[in-house]
């Protein structure tokens, strides 16, 4: 079946600008993550969607950062007055989200996309 | 907090020898632990986890990891190396009933012919 997916693969924007990265779960999962990784690092977690609530957001760098996932499937990250220092790829990932210890849930990822701020 | 320490940032490893990739954990309880792997353009794959009962567990494409809680530790290992093992390995932890993971910074495998 199709796995998680998400555009745009390649952003470039300029720095001030607006950005919105979609990200398409796995059919039925009812859980989604989304991460950032920078150059050299590893992925960090930004914010927690079980349903269409974030039920953790304390990843979230600043409130230049905001997502929504509306109807519970697709989640949209949107980036305000970008800088430099948000260049990374952004990851996404889907779980089938089990009630109790989700630690133990495997998260499925996507390919990324990586946003370049200039 | 939890963190994960992977203290190696590139090994090469000739095609056919073993491999043994480190993985330092630091959580009070007992964590669960995962191995990633990710190749250009890819997303993470996971390739096994832990999560209570057997400390040596089996994953796919033929790697295994051994969990030692008296060395904080989760070693990725693989006797004999493919050249399409040439990637990105991450080493996570989650903690109990917490739904997010903290990854460490990689190692990057190379394999020499």
């Known amino acids: 079946g199709a796995g998680v997916s998400q555009t745009p693969s390649n952003k470039v924007t300029e720095k001030g600008k607006y950005v919105e990265l979609r990200c398409d779960p796995i059919s039925g999962h009812t859980a989604l993550y989304w991460y950032r990784q920078s150059l050299g690092q590893g992925p960090e977690f930004l914010i927690y969607f079980q349903g269409t609530g ?6 979230l760098p ?14 949209t990250l949107k ?21 109790g210890g989700l630690s133990t849930d495997t998260q499925y990822f996507g ?6 701020v200039l | 907090a939890q963190s994960v320490t992977q203290p190696d940032i590139h090994i090469t ?6 491999l043994e990739l480190r993985c330092n954990y630091s959580y ?10 990710q190749s250009p353009g890819q997303g993470l794959q996971l390739l096994l986890k832990y999560f209570s009962g057997d400390t040596l567990v089996q994953g796919i494409k033929g ?27 991450f080493c996570a932890v989650g903690e109990t009933g917490y739904s997010t993971l ?12």
Request: proline residues 5%; contains cysteine.
């Open chain 1, 54 to 59: 974030a039920a953790d957001d304390s990843g």
């Open chain 1, 62 to 75: 600043n409130d230049r950062f905001f997502a929504v996932r509306p109807e519970g499937s697709v989640s």
């Open chain 1, 79 to 99: 980036i305000q007055r970008t800088e430099r220092g948000d260049s990374a790829v952004y990851l996404c990932a889907s779980s089938v989200g089990l009630a």
């Open chain 1, 111 to 116: 390919p990324g996309t990586r946003l370049t």
């Open chain 2, 13 to 18: 490893v000739s095609e056919g020898a073993s």
């Open chain 2, 28 to 37: 009070g309880a007992t964590p669960y632990l995962f191995w990633y792997v």
């Open chain 2, 63 to 89: 790697f295994e990891a051994e969990f030692k809680r008296s060395q904080s530790s989760f070693n990725l290992r693989k006797p004999s190396v493919h050249w399409s093992d040439a990637a990105e390995y």
């Open chain 2, 102 to 113: 903290t990854f460490g910074k990689g190692t990057m495998l190379l394999v020499s012919p």
